[in-house]
């Protein structure tokens, strides 16, 4: 099994950076992808970044040119850098992974920009 521990979520202003950090433990393959998706209230779950273990990325529209996904294969941990925050970025972020049938969420960390 492979389990997903997440931290980052918070407040901050709009403008304001916010940093989520994703770590896998378990029975990790090596050849992955790991990514994050958001959900505000009243909303679908929607694709933010996702990155494959090979170091390829795929950005929602929304987020390109303000958030930056990135991982350490060592360390099986994914990040998204969240700059110039808006209020329309508030969601909970759920972290993903994904191994060839395999998909495995995080409970999600709450992200809340104040406008």
């Known amino acids: 099994q492979v389990q997903l521990a997440e931290s980052g979520g918070g407040l901050v202003q709009a403008g304001g950076s916010l940093r989520l950090s994703c770590a896998a433990s378990?029975?990790?393959?090596?050849?992955?992808?790991m990514g994050w998706h958001r959900q505000a209230p009243g909303k679908q779950r929607e694709l933010v970044a996702t990155?494959?273990?090979?170091?390829?990325?795929d950005y929602a529209d929304s987020v390109k040119g303000r958030f930056t996904i990135s991982r350490d294969n060592a360390k099986n941990t994914v990040y998204l850098q969240m700059n110039s925050l808006k209020p329309a970025d508030t969601a909970v972020y759920y972290c993903?992974?994904?191994?060839?049938?395999?998909?495995?969420w995080g409970q999600g960390t709450p992200v809340t920009v104040s406008s």
């Open positions: 990155i494959t273990s090979g170091g390829s990325t």
């Open positions: 993903r992974y994904t191994s060839g049938f395999r998909v495995v």
């Open positions: 378990g029975s990790i393959f090596r050849f992955n992808a």
